[in-house]
């Protein structure tokens, strides 16, 4: 396994009230993203644990788009990949934030 971490600081913080949110399942091809608020708003944290070795520049370049997009700020994001695609990871993370970003019930 290897394993990245990705440090960000966001211009705002993600909305609502959920305190964690998950989707996706790891499975060839596809990842799973655990969303937790329990960072100060400026911030966001993205640690990946893939298989895929040698793919940290395209990681990192994911990562900082989708950071730059969302300003996913105060969250912690945790993926498990199983081989997803750039496309598939960029669309989990959107997910993931839509559904922290909920009001909570």
Not at 38 to 52: F, G, K, N, Q
Not at 60 to 86: C, H, K, Q, T
Request: aromatic share 4%.
């Amino acid at each position: 396994m290897e394993n990245l971490t990705f440090r960000h600081k966001t211009r705002k913080p993600a909305s609502g009230t959920k305190r964690e949110a998950i989707v996706g399942v790891v499975a060839s091809g596809n990842l799973e993203v655990l969303v937790e608020r329990m960072l100060p708003d400026e911030d966001c944290l993205i640690d990946v644990a893939t298989a895929a070795h040698g793919f940290g520049e395209v990681w990192s370049a994911v990562v900082a788009d989708f950071v730059e997009r969302y300003s996913p700020g105060g969250l912690r994001m945790s993926i498990n990949d199983g081989g997803a695609r750039p496309d598939t990871v960029a669309l989990r993370l959107a997910q993931g934030l839509r559904l922290i970003e909920e009001e909570s019930a």
